[in-house]
């Protein structure tokens, strides 16, 4: 039996507190830091890959998070990175770093907490 993680899911909480929020991951998928992240990019460039996680399943981004436990564990998060990165076609490497990242990252927060990421860092949304 594995131990539950905290983790990152999308939510639509708190969108719009910046005029360039989106949220295209459908309510709930696990979120997870993108692959890549553009040359030169700001923090509130267009691309918006300094401030948005990537759904595991919809490839798609969110500005908004929200912390969850998952219940199946480390062994779960592997498996739907793992997933991801085959279905987009990336090389399955640096899995257990992002596994650790993620992990260590939601560990700060209670679970239920909205969060942002901007630039590497998580803070806590206002509600």
Not at 14 to 37: A, K, L, M, S, W
Request: neutral net charge.
């Amino acid at each position: 039996m594995s131990t539950p993680i905290p983790i990152f899911v999308a939510t639509k909480q708190t969108q719009g507190q910046r005029d360039n929020d989106f949220c295209f991951v459908p309510e709930g998928e696990i979120v997870t830091f993108p692959v890549f992240t553009c040359d030169g990019e700001e923090p509130d460039g267009a691309c918006g890959c300094r401030r948005s996680l990537c759904g595991v399943r919809s490839s798609t981004g969110t500005t908004t998070m929200k912390v969850a436990l998952l219940e199946d564990g480390r062994p779960a998060l592997e498996q739907a990175i793992r997933f991801s990165l085959r279905d987009g076609g990336w090389p399955q490497v640096g899995i257990e770093k992002t596994v650790a990242k993620t992990i260590t990252a939601a560990s700060q927060f209670p679970i239920g907490t909205v969060v942002k990421w901007r630039d590497d860092t998580f803070t806590a949304r206002k509600s």
